[in-house]
T-cell receptor, first 115, second 112 residues
């Protein structure tokens, strides 16, 4: 499709389990972002990729969170030993690199529920 | 600490009324964007402002960037039920930086 695609759309897991969330950005967009959004709040920055490298991972809350983008396209956000507080909607967005003030195109998000 | 403070956090008004939403910070932003988000969807860009004092209009929506580039406002004239949604401001602090931080949002409800 033409937009940002995120899978799964919903994920329910038990406390302590490992979770992977996938993002497929718009073709040709080299900048990719992960955000976390709790109910009633604005998106919270997690990590930003420029190509294959994480240009800014200052928003990752702790070392249980990790993200990769090995070929500069699809990205995977990995959460180890999930906790109930990790429950949120995880949003992925992409942007053309040369558009410094350009639009972020968001996916519909992956809703994670940790029981 | 929230870098971008939005006010009000909730606003419920009648169709036809005017409203203003504010986005404030103690930091200077190289650019600021406004997004609108509906339930179950990702945010969608409404406007980008770059220059201090800049005013942009999008139909009944007027966006202003403060002279010092620390604040912004969104004014809606004659609100309609279709304007209902979560309005988010987002900014880049450092010139050229790609990191975009969001405010906590203003949830707007327009009642018919």
């Amino acid at each position: 499709g033409a937009g940002v695609s995120q899978t799964p759309s919903n994920k329910v897991t038990e406390k302590g389990k490992y979770v992977e969330l996938r993002c497929d950005p718009i073709s040709g967009h080299t900048a990719l972002y992960w955000y976390r959004q709790s109910l009633g709040q604005g998106p919270e920055f997690l990590i930003y990729f420029q190509g294959t490298g994480a240009a800014d991972d200052s928003g990752l809350p702790n070392d249980r969170f990790f993200a990769v983008r090995p070929e500069g396209s699809v990205s995977t956000l990995k959460i180890q030993r999930t906790e109930r507080g990790d429950s949120a909607v995880y949003l992925c967005a992409s942007r053309r690199t040369e558009a410094r003030t350009g639009e972020l195109f968001f996916g519909e998000g992956s809703r994670l529920t940790v029981l | 600490t929230q870098l971008l403070e939005q006010s009000p956090q909730f606003l419920s008004i009648q169709e036809g009324e005017n409203l203003t939403v504010y986005c404030n910070s103690s930091s200077v932003f190289s650019s600021l964007q406004w997004y609108r988000q509906e339930p179950g969807e990702g945010p969608v860009l409404l406007v980008t402002v770059v220059t201090g004092g800049e005013v942009k209009k999008l139909k009944r929506l007027t966006f202003q960037f403060g002279d010092a580039r620390k604040d912004s406002s969104l004014h809606i004239t004659a609100a309609q039920p279709g304007d209902t949604g979560l309005y988010l401001c987002a900014g880049s602090i450092i010139q050229g930086a790609q990191k975009l931080v969001f405010g906590q949002g203003t949830r707007l409800t327009i009642n018919p």
